[in-house]
């Protein structure tokens, strides 16, 4: 098995192996849940990063009645090839030949992403450099080197690139001289447009994986987000394929890591799963609240440790669970967000779902209602795509996007009245 996974049985399970025993807050009851399914109690160690009970995993791969389901929740959430490492070491015998032949495709097809992943970014760097642009890598291979013992066990989609807000436009010269494009109606529009419009902008080149390039850490109206400034004063280095590369120092990772997934809802197991190794390594926790402090992103700081500590056993000091267990706000999302971890299949959230997800992590009341009311903003990427006015007429994009979404969830009413009247 893969270094990391290999110990006694985790405190999160009791004697019996029935249930986890999570944190004591209500957050966590439902995550009772979990233990009397095999396949969420498999995932779950999956994500935790640490060692597991062979014995244990035998009794819970004989117990699979769905692999198909497993496989595919597995993948949803990121642990895959995990999966395939913790499976094929402990129980080969029990693991119908598809299903492990299907886990093996998925992990050496992780494997050669993140070969793709790695010399895509460290030519990227060398051309940004090239030009004076400094850039920093956010998440992607540089992270999975650095948490994981075997990086293809993090696979990656794309390449986040930090560049500072004054030099996206050398930035998008650099990109494409290097072949990578926008879509084609994002890249008609002008670049004071493109700034206004969005935090960042998504590359395109064939054969190679996306670069998602950013110069904020998430749009204007929401609640919480890092000021790029502070991750720039938070850097540190790191070695991946042999060369040195700027990083984020392990403290401000955390943050940026607790962020991205409350942004996002928390949908994979992969993301909690990330913090739960970051938490296992040596961090400067008086660091880690000062920097929440200053950005403003103590709730979803709050949030991400206390998930990661309820539902994967992460080391978090007392006091910050405490401080987590005293918000209301952040304990009534903890519940919402195992609530849906628990879903069968998994599922993507609504983007109705995540605007008042983060909404409701809001402190000031005045934040909560411009971020919802971030639901009219226009024109979003979709409208563009469909729909590409001058710059002169895109007063136009609000009516029809109120037109567009009261269309959208007049539907969705009328059919769950559908449904609930059968």
């Excluded at 270094?3 to 944190?23: H, I, K, Q």
């Excluded at 793709?116 to 998440?139: N, R, Y």
């Excluded at 996002?264 to 929440?292: E, F, I, N, T």
Aim: with cysteine; charged share 25%.
């Amino acid at each position: 098995m893969c270094a990391g996974l290999s110990s006694p049985r985790p405190r999160g399970l009791d004697r019996a192996g029935t249930r986890f025993a999570v944190a004591d807050s209500v957050a966590y009851a439902v995550a009772d849940y979990a233990a009397r399914s095999p396949d969420r109690q498999l995932l779950f160690y999956c994500a935790r990063g640490v060692g597991v009970d062979g014995a244990r995993i035998r009794q819970l791969v004989h117990q699979v009645m769905d692999w198909d389901a497993l496989v595919e929740a597995a993948e949803f959430h990121g642990l895959a090839a995990v999966l395939f490492h913790v499976v094929t070491e402990t129980s080969p015998d029990l693991v119908p030949p598809d299903v492990a032949s299907r886990l093996r495709n998925v992990c050496h097809g992780s494997a050669r992403q993140n070969l793709v992943l790695t010399s895509q970014l460290l030519a990227l760097l060398d051309a940004f450099a090239a030009h004076g642009i400094a850039v920093v890598p956010l998440k992607g291979p540089v992270m999975a080197e650095s948490l994981y013992p075997d990086p293809a066990l993090r696979p990656s989609s794309d390449l986040d690139l930090l560049v500072r807000s004054g030099d996206v436009a050398g930035a998008l010269r650099v990109l494409a001289q290097e072949g990578y494009a926008l879509g084609a109606n994002m890249e008609r529009l002008p670049l004071r447009v493109l700034l206004r419009l969005n935090c960042e902008l998504f590359f395109h080149r064939v054969r190679m994986a996306d670069v998602d390039l950013q110069w904020e850490t998430g749009p204007a109206h929401l609640p919480f987000r890092i000021a790029p400034e502070m991750l720039w004063r938070s850097l540190g280095r790191t070695r991946i394929a042999g060369r040195e590369v700027p990083c984020l120092s392990p403290e401000a990772l955390l943050l940026f890591l607790c962020v991205h997934g409350t942004k996002h809802m928390w949908s994979r197991l992969q993301w909690l799963g990330d913090v739960a190794r970051l938490v296992r390594k040596p961090l400067a926790w008086d660091v880690v609240l000062q920097l929440a402090e200053e950005a403003g992103c103590m709730r979803p700081l709050l949030l991400g440790l206390s998930l990661a500590h309820g539902l994967l056993e992460a080391p978090v000091p007392e006091s910050i669970l405490q401080r987590a267990r005293a918000e209301q706000a952040v304990q009534a999302r903890a519940r919402q967000v195992t609530l849906r971890l628990m879903r069968t299949p998994p599922s993507e959230p609504h983007s109705w779902e995540l605007t008042v997800f983060n909404a409701r992590m809001a402190e000031r009341s005045w934040d909560k209602v411009r971020h919802l009311a971030a639901l009219l903003k226009a024109p979003t990427d979709q409208e563009l795509e469909r729909l590409l006015l001058p710059e002169r007429l895109f007063f136009l994009y609000y009516p029809l996007r109120v037109a567009r979404l009261a269309r959208k969830y007049a539907a969705r009413l009328v059919h769950c009245r559908f449904r609930t009247g059968r």
